[in-house]
């Protein structure tokens, strides 16, 4: 009889992975059965976006809106919208082998096109195992509201970065302070509500969405560390 499903919690030095494992089986017992996922709890339409100019059969790409609750303790409160991508898989039920949920890093990397790049650069008996997800974290990019708090802040001319006199230690004190302060200002709420947990209950919102029991993932950098808490919080 086939064992349940783990959540391997690793990091891989070289690409960073964090995946869903099947556990070991006994002599002779056949592959376990995956969950086909669905998709029906998400709406998907075409995607009108440049990011994926490069994604080979652009047409595949699907793209949706998620709202999920800004404070997830307040499920009938404010609500945050997370933008999604999707590329199904084309393997039969027999090869397939779920969905990849994807994450960039960051934090606050924009996470929407690297479904579709890490899709496209594996050899297609790989990539075509999975339904690929990705979405841009809530804060982010596409997903609103997005969290902007100074646009010019990067803007030249600026000080030196290393504070080698106190003037310019000053200087960037008082610049960092004006941009916590626009933040706070702007988005009072949403600064509350975007922590590590914040985002993986996100990703336990999109597993929903999609009906599936039990995701794959692939994180990149900071993205590691959202799987580990993420096996953390939902160890089955």
Known sequence: MNKPLSLLAAVVVASGVIATVPGSTAHGSAPRAVQVAHLKGVRWHGCNSYRYAYVVGFGSVRCATLAVPM?????????????????????????????????????????????????????????????????DPRGVGASR?????????????????????????????????AYADNCERKFPDLLRHITTKDTVRDMEAIRKAVKVHKINYYGYSYGTYLGQVYSTLHPT
């Open 71 to 135: 404070n997830h303790k307040r499920p009938h409160g404010k609500k945050v919208k997370l933008a999604l991508s999707l590329i199904r898989h084309t393997s039969s039920a027999k090869h397939y082998e779920g969905v990849m949920l994807s994450n960039p890093g960051g934090p606050g990397g924009e996470g929407l096109d690297l479904g579709p790049y890490l899709a496209n650069s594996l050899p297609q008996k790989v990539s075509g195992r999975y339904d690929w997800i990705s979405w």
């Open 145 to 177: 509201p997005a969290l902007t708090c100074d646009g010019g802040y990067f803007k030249g001319p600026r000080k030196p970065y290393r504070p080698t006199t106190k003037a310019i230690l000053r200087y960037w004190q008082k610049r960092s302070k």
